[in-house]
Structure formats: C-alpha cells, structure tokens
C-alpha cells in the first residue's frame, strides 16, 4: 500500500524558512504526480504545489515565489522549501499522490512572531 511519512514541520517565525520532506513507498514513486497540500482548523485542505515525474511544477497563488516543490527519484522523496513565511501558512503539511484520498499524519507547521 502507499505509505506517505512527513517530517520537517517545526515553529518558526514570521519571515522564516522550513524545508518539509516526505518519504514515499509502496508505488512506483518516479513515475508518479506529487503534492503538497495544507488544511488549517476550520478550512478545507488546499493545494499547494504539484510536481511531476519530470519535474514540472504547479503551485497555487498564495505560495508563488516562496515555495518551491522539488523531488529526488533515487531517495524517493518530496520535498517543500518554504521562505517567506507567513502566518497564513500555519497548517498541517501533507503529501500525497494527487486524487489519492487516503491521508497521513502530516507535520505541523507554525509561524509566529
């Protein structure tokens, strides 16, 4: 089965970086669509950057020009560099194969100041 692990999640201040990663088994993970979503209390999950097998990238408005979505086929691993960062950005991280509705724990994120 597919199996998702995030880490990287922290708390930081406003202004600050965090680097999320996101282990992935049980699929044929160079191949395959990946993303990162977010869901903060009260709000519905959102995405927020897709990368292909190539390694094209979507990333939704409120993040452009501060996160970048990348992946390393060999370690079969996703990962999300985010700068800049707001407190709008607070959630729960999550990664996923996209239109897998099958969710993880995901990593906490908080920004503050």
């Known amino acids: 089965q597919v199996q998702l692990v995030e880490s990287g999640g922290g708390l930081v201040q406003a202004g600050g970086s965090l680097r999320l990663s996101c282990a992935a088994s049980?699929?044929?993970?160079?191949?395959?669509?990946m993303g990162w979503y977010r869901q903060a209390p009260g709000k519905t999950r959102e995405l927020v950057a897709i990368i292909t097998g190539g390694g094209s990238t979507t990333y939704a408005e409120s993040v452009k020009g501060r996160f970048t979505i990348s992946r390393d086929n060999a370690k079969r691993t996703v990962y999300l560099q985010m700068n800049s960062l707001k407190a709008e950005d607070t959630s729960v991280y999550y990664c996923?194969?996209?239109?897998?509705?099958?969710w993880g724990q995901g990593t906490q994120v908080t920004v503050s100041s």
């Open positions: 049980g699929f044929i993970f160079s191949i395959r669509r």
């Open positions: 996923n194969v996209p239109d897998y509705n099958d």
